[in-house]
């Protein structure tokens, strides 16, 4: 290294040896503050892909809690105690985060800036919003003939209830075809980390997930609502 | 968090709730969403060809009360303004007029939206009733 290490944490806070990242001083073995922009993928040793093999990471993070955890650290000094806590929790958001493959996708969109509010506008696509509307015009037709009758109406309820419940089963496979999608873009997001691709292309990649993520928190919300109207009804 | 009086008073009394017929020529209908909270909301205008005005307007939204008043207040507002005039209300108006907070400003981006969507709508039919006229304008050019 040519440049001057501006940061502290460079070095071990306790032996002052280079300290290039990892959780504990490889010199001392002493535990080291959590670096600035510290992401969960680095967290767990992982390049920032997308497909996780999930019994290797619970391993990686059972093996972590233990090593990290603050009771390891009862006789150590605050700072270390401090440390350790600190490390911990963000041991538990890593894990919690990596662990779903759609809560995975949203952190990473999140670290590259593209899930803050008015960083890319949150629009619905329209070819969606036709249809989200009758659904909703029906769960409307479906409360009202339920404040109103309170199930005497002959079989009016059932009708809109079975309405009801084949759009829902629709929106459902909508659900299952986007979380496809999802899955494709995933695959070509770790090819294009393994060609080495430019921030222009993990962008152009990123940008796509987003939209998908998008459709899919709509349609999810959707689905929910008509789940809890037809429980009730 | 509490509501605002007028988005309460939009809510509970909520102006201009309907639809209009969207095959008419003189109506343009905008249908936006919101995925963040899963809100959809339908405006229609009904324009007067010869003087511009925007003589009806309806609304249907679903979503949360800020919401419903944002699109009752930008159907109130439309109403005897010219096409013109309503493509320049803002969202920051009806923030002002509701006392929107920052988590529901994206409601009154939404009724922005769906005003233009509308008008855009519209514009669009009034333009292919005048489809006749366009390739005669284009071989100018």
Known sequence: MTTVPIATEAFCWSCHAPHVGGHFCAACGKIQPLPRGADYFAFFGLPQKLWIDCAQLEQLFHQLSWKLHPDNF??????????????????????????????????????????????????APPELLEEVFELNESLDDLRTARSRSLGTDGGKTAALKQRLEA?????????????????????EWDAALDAGADEAKRKALMARMNDVLNRRRYIRNLVANVQKELAEA | MAY?????????????????????????????????????????????PQTQVIEEAKFKTFGCGSAIASSSLATEWVKGKTVEEALTIKNTDIVKELSLPPVKIHCSVLAEDAIKAALNDWKKKQGSDATAEQPAAAAQQ
């Open chain 2, 4 to 48: 605002s009086d007028k988005v309460v008073e939009h809510y509970n009394n909520p102006r201009n709730v309907g639809s209009l017929d969207k095959n008419d020529p003189n109506v343009g209908t905008g249908l936006v969403g919101a995925p963040e909270c899963g809100d959809v909301m339908k405006l229609q205008m009904k324009v007067n």
């Open chain 1, 167 to 187: 759009e829902e089963k629709k929106f459902e496979a909508k659900l299952g075809e986007v979380d496809e999608e999802l899955k494709r873009i995933a695959g």
């Open chain 1, 74 to 123: 009862v006789c150590a000094s605050e700072y270390e105690r401090e440390l350790s806590l600190e490390r911990s929790s963000q041991l538990n958001d890593a894990y919690r985060a990596l662990r779903d493959p759609i809560a995975r996708v949203e952190y990473l969109l999140a670290s590259g800036g593209m899930r803050e509010e008015g960083a890319a506008r949150q629009q």
